[in-house]
């Protein structure tokens, strides 16, 4: 929802970095049906282990969706997600 840019991070190897001021209160990510993937957490728990590193690597979970791991196609996979 911003512009934004990867690069060198200290904290986990590669973030993900505003490229334009952001003003307090705005929405810089929201899950989008079509972009954003929601996988089942069982399933790719089952999946074969070159399936799973890509999972584990890619994917994170979040409490507004129990029980499923999202799967994001743009910068955001790298960014924190806290509140």
Not at 9 to 15: N, P, T
């Amino acid at each position: 929802l911003v512009k934004n840019y990867l690069d060198k991070s200290g904290i986990h190897g590669l973030g993900v970095f505003a490229a334009e001021p952001i003003q307090k209160g705005t929405w810089v990510w929201t899950f989008k049906q079509g972009v954003d993937q929601l996988i089942d957490a069982k399933w790719a728990l089952e999946q074969p282990p070159i399936a799973r590193e890509y999972l584990d690597r890619y994917t994170y979970e979040n409490p507004k969706f129990p029980g499923k791991w999202i799967l994001e196609c743009d910068n955001g996979r790298f960014m924190n997600h806290s509140n």
